[in-house]
């Protein structure tokens, strides 16, 4: 199994392009989640998915907007990225009213 | 505003010393996990403790959840370069939503 999988491992952008992280799941996951970690400051809730069909905001939802295709795939979208937005970019899953998550690679994005 | 404050932020010690790393907060949470995240990868769950006083032990790792279930502890005994990363505590609050502690980077030299 190829557990969470996460589009693209890295990315550049200048100030105010778009772009779409994409992440999937094949474990048969109900919950998604987006985070964003920066250095001394761990991991920051954005945006997540208790199941299919329901998204909300997280601590720091500011700049971004999800989308949950289905049960597989939540993806994550920057509108206009500005340079406070360089991070390393995780989504995680898991399953309905578990609490253990289960973690992609990242995609570790530069605003320029 | 970090809910779980870990410390040490880093440590640095030499292979077969003993570790502890902290896990604090003044909210109750429902469960307390460790993750271990390597460098350019994500974080991987090592255990998960519900039980107010409940220690488990993984080989050479023993975590152990306070009584009031707002902090935790993993003890690290004969550290090797292979225990080297980052060590992050998460609490589970039964909302769907986990909150992370900064993280503590431990580093075992040969």
């Known amino acids: 199994n190829a557990g969470v999988t996460q589009t693209p491992k890295f990315q550049v952008l200048k100030t105010g392009q778009s772009m779409t992280l994409q992440c999937a799941q094949d474990?048969?996951?109900?919950?998604m989640y987006w985070y964003r970690q920066d250095p001394g400051m761990g991991l920051r809730l954005i945006y997540y998915?208790?199941?299919?069909?329901?998204?909300d905001k997280g601590e720091v939802p500011n700049g971004y907007n999800v989308s949950r295709l289905n049960k597989r795939e939540f993806s994550l979208r920057l509108e206009s990225a500005a340079p406070s937005q360089t991070s390393v970019y995780f989504c995680a899953s898991s399953l309905l009213g578990q609490e253990t998550q289960y973690f992609g690679p990242g995609t570790r994005l530069l605003v320029l | 505003t970090q809910l779980l404050e870990q410390s040490p932020q880093f440590l640095s010690i030499q292979e077969g010393e003993n570790l502890t790393v902290y896990c604090n907060s003044s909210s109750v949470f429902s469960s307390l996990q460790w993750y271990r995240q390597e460098p350019g990868e994500g974080p991987v769950l090592l255990v998960t403790v519900v039980t107010g006083g409940e220690v488990k032990k993984l080989k050479r790792l023993t975590f152990q959840f306070g009584d009031a279930r707002k902090d935790s502890s993993l003890h690290i005994t004969a550290a090797q370069p292979g225990d080297t990363g980052l060590y992050l505590c998460?609490?589970?609050?039964?909302?769907?939503?986990?909150?992370f502690g900064a993280g503590t980077t431990v580093t075992v030299r040969a």
């Open positions: 998460a609490g589970g609050t039964n909302d769907y939503k986990l909150s």
């Open positions: 474990m048969n996951h109900n919950s």
């Open positions: 998915s208790a199941s299919e069909g329901t998204t």
